[in-house]
């Protein structure tokens, strides 16, 4: 993740957001995780573009405000929330097989997958 990122980052022009689906403690938890990572000074990703929100649906409101055009998951219920809110989609993460017959999303079990796909 920390060899894809920057590159997406830099591909991207720093439009690289987070948006994550969680409580106030869990908040609070990723906040001391990236801090301590150093995540945003290692990824590029600017600290302003960190948003969080209770319920996963929610993360296509977020998409819709931000204008979002490629957003990545490792749920297929949250993608299939952003379906015709953001054109390019991609699953991450190994998935359970049959889920969906119209591939609407790009699948990416790993990071060089969404390297493959995005760059």
């Known amino acids: 993740m920390f060899e894809v990122v ?7 022009e720093g439009r690289v957001w987070i948006i994550s689906k969680c409580g106030s403690r869990v908040q609070e938890k990723t906040r ?11 990824t590029g990703i600017d600290e302003a573009n960190l948003r969080f929100c209770l319920r996963r649906p929610e993360k296509a409101l977020h998409c819709a405000e931000i204008g979002i055009t490629h ?4 749920r297929y219920d949250v993608l299939k ?3 015709g809110i953001v054109p390019n989609l991609y699953l991450f993460g190994p998935q359970q097989r049959g889920r969906s017959p119209i591939r609407w999303f790009t699948s ?5 997958d ?5 760059m």
Do not use: N, Y
């Open 114 to 118: 969404v390297a493959r796909a995005l």
């Open 81 to 83: 929330a952003m379906e």
């Open 108 to 112: 990416t079990p790993t990071w060089a």
């Open 71 to 74: 957003f990545i998951d490792d």
């Open 6 to 12: 920057p590159r997406l980052v830099e591909k991207f």
């Open 32 to 42: 001391r995780w990236f801090e301590h990572h150093r995540f945003f000074e290692r």
